[in-house]
């Protein structure tokens, strides 16, 4: 069982920047593909971006150039580095980890770009 817990969510202001990180514990994590994935009110969960445990990371059109998603499998870290940020990246930010079969999901964290 992998237990995710996410951090770095809050408030900012349109074009602003922020880092949101998920911390894994529980399984052997570089086994682990990481994404991150958001949910807007009213809209069906997204993905947003991957990091698989080798190879090229991938992101949804809306945040290429604007977003990268990083890992460190020595402290079990994946993160999501969020810039030029706009009102419509408001969401509920889930970070998932997937094996195989197996899917785990943090309780989210909530971003909101606004003025």
């Known amino acids: 069982q992998v237990q995710l817990v996410e951090s770095g969510g809050g408030l900012v202001q349109p074009g602003g920047s922020l880092r949101l990180s998920c911390a894994a514990s529980g399984g052997i994590f570089s086994f682990y593909a990481m994404a991150w994935y958001r949910q807007a009110p009213g809209k069906q969960r997204e993905l947003v971006a991957t990091?698989?445990?080798?190879?090229?990371?991938n992101y949804v059109d809306s945040v290429k150039g604007r977003f990268t998603i990083s890992r460190d499998n020595a402290k079990n870290m994946v993160y999501l580095q969020m810039n030029s940020l706009k009102p419509e990246d408001t969401a509920v930010y889930f970070c998932n980890a997937r094996r195989t079969t197996q899917e785990f999901w943090g309780q989210g964290t909530q971003v909101t770009v606004s003025s």
């Open positions: 990091i698989p445990s080798g190879g090229r990371t």
